[in-house]
């Protein structure tokens, strides 16, 4: 299995809220969430821990699936051109 492969786990919560922690090998490494309080458009907000040297991550998009692509390049490293 790829070292970085990423899956969501449903965070509980007492209101039905679109909450995730992001794990990598069952480790959590971040978040993923549906933001009341968020730009219009921009509802999804992500944001990852430190890893390798690197400092942690976040930002915020218009979808859960735009989120979590975002969250994915930049646990890669592939964000050269992103925020965090």
Not at 6 to 23: F, G, I, M, Q
Request: charged residues 30%.
């Amino acid at each position: 299995m790829d070292k970085d492969y990423l899956t969501l786990k449903r965070v509980p919560t007492e209101a039905n809220v679109e909450d995730y922690d992001v794990l990598c090998g069952g480790e959590v490494v971040g978040r993923i969430f549906l933001s009341q309080a968020a730009t219009e458009g921009r509802k999804w907000m992500w944001a990852s821990h430190g890893r390798e040297g690197r400092a942690p991550a976040y930002g915020d998009e218009a979808t859960g699936e735009a989120a979590m692509a975002a969250f994915a390049k930049s646990w890669r490293g592939d964000d050269r051109n992103g925020r965090g």
